[in-house]
T-cell receptor, first 109, second 113 residues
Framework: RKEVEQDPGPFNVPEGATVAFNCTYS??????FFWYRQDCRKEPKLLMS???SGNEDGRFTAQLNRASQYISLLIRDSKLSDSATYLC??????????FGGGTRVLVKP | DVKVTQSSRYLVKRTGEKVFLECVQD?????MFWYRQDPGLGLRLIYF???????EKGDIPEGYSVSREKKERFSLILESASTNQTSMYLC????????????FGDGTRLSIL
């Protein structure tokens, strides 16, 4: 089993719709969680950290469920510019990060 | 804003060559990382460093070495390049505090012919 697993997608989303997807992690000692966004042939960029109580940043909402060991990302009012691959990133002890394979989102007019 | 700069966006080298990929960060971060990213395999950690002259193997160190002579610079070395090292290489840095994210450079797309 991979340490961090994501549905690769693609999630085809009509513009203006809401899309949500999860990421599961296997290490119960994981301490920090992030969502990164990666555009085609570009580097990953931090989208948001994920806090225990859940957090929101504009149209993006991230949640953490420690009991079931998953994090989620919800995008409201999808824009064409939201089309990207979303990487789930988990840190256990130390400073090493483990990346999921990414979930591809395609927002269509 | 954190700036992580990789020396080349695109690089073409031949099998057997010694290849150097350079990475510089301007935020005085202690931690620096080298990843490669391949379709279907995601990002995989090659080597990382917590301090000057310190290095640790990541998940796929074979065929690579690194150098960290100065805090701001972390170099990845392909001792004798092979075609299976054709990949996108990404450098990242982060501060010591463990809840901080990593910031990535633009990446180097390396082709070994």
């Amino acid at each position: 089993r991979k340490e961090v697993e994501q549905d690769p997608g693609p999630f085809n989303v009509p513009e203006g719709a809401t899309v949500a997807f999860n990421c599961t992690y296997s290490n119960s000692a994981s301490q920090s969680f992030f969502w990164y966004r990666q555009d085609c042939r570009k580097e990953p960029k931090l989208l948001m950290s994920v806090y225990s109580s859940g957090n929101e940043d504009g149209r993006f909402t991230a949640q953490l469920n420690r009991a079931s060991q998953y994090i989620s990302l919800l995008i409201r009012d999808s824009k064409l510019s939201d089309s990207a691959t979303y990487l789930c990133v988990v840190r256990a002890a130390g400073n090493k990060l483990t990346f999921g394979g990414g979930t591809r989102v395609l927002v269509k007019p | 804003d954190v700036k992580v700069t990789q020396s080349s966006r695109y690089l073409v080298k031949r099998t057997g060559e010694k290849v150097f990929l350079e990475c510089v960060q301007d935020m005085d971060h202690e931690n620096m990382f080298w990843y490669r990213q391949d379709p279907g395999l995601g990002l995989r950690l090659i080597y990382f460093s917590y301090d000057v002259k310190m290095k640790e193997k990541g998940d796929i160190p074979e065929g690579y070495s690194v150098s960290r002579e100065k805090k701001e610079r972390f170099s990845l070395i392909l001792e004798s390049a092979s075609t299976n090292q054709t990949s996108m290489y990404l450098c990242a840095s982060s501060p010591t505090r463990s809840n901080q994210p990593q910031h990535f450079g633009d990446g180097t797309r390396l082709s070994i012919l």
